[in-house]
């Protein structure tokens, strides 16, 4: 599994909007509307390791994004197959 520090690099490698981010994260509703990519990096900078959590989940989903998308898999399909393929439990 990522740790939060290679997490933040994905990100920035990624290049998400924030609307395609908030589709990947777990915050719904109005405290969805205010995650952003950058609120996220903030969140996990100084954390050395996720603890079981959704957060964990969206790093797999971050992780599965970008193998989709070194695929070249159209942005939007990856996205939801990475959704797909880790559901919030």
């Known amino acids: ?3 939060p520090t290679e997490t933040i690099e994905r990100l920035k490698r990624l290049g998400l909007t924030d609307q395609e981010f ?3 994260n ?3 509703g109005s405290e969805g509307v205010d995650e952003t990519v950058d609120s996220h990096i903030e969140y996990l900078t100084g954390k050395s390791h996720y603890k079981k959590s959704k957060n964990s ?3 797999s989903r971050l992780e599965a994004l970008e ?3 070194n695929k070249d898999v159209d ?3 990856a996205i939801d197959s990475c959704i797909e393929k880790y559901p919030f439990l």
């Open 75 to 77: 942005r939007k399909n």
């Open 26 to 28: 777990h915050l719904k």
């Open 57 to 59: 989940i969206v790093a």
């Open 1 to 3: 599994m990522a740790t």
């Open 22 to 24: 908030r589709k990947i």
């Open 67 to 69: 193998s989709l998308k």
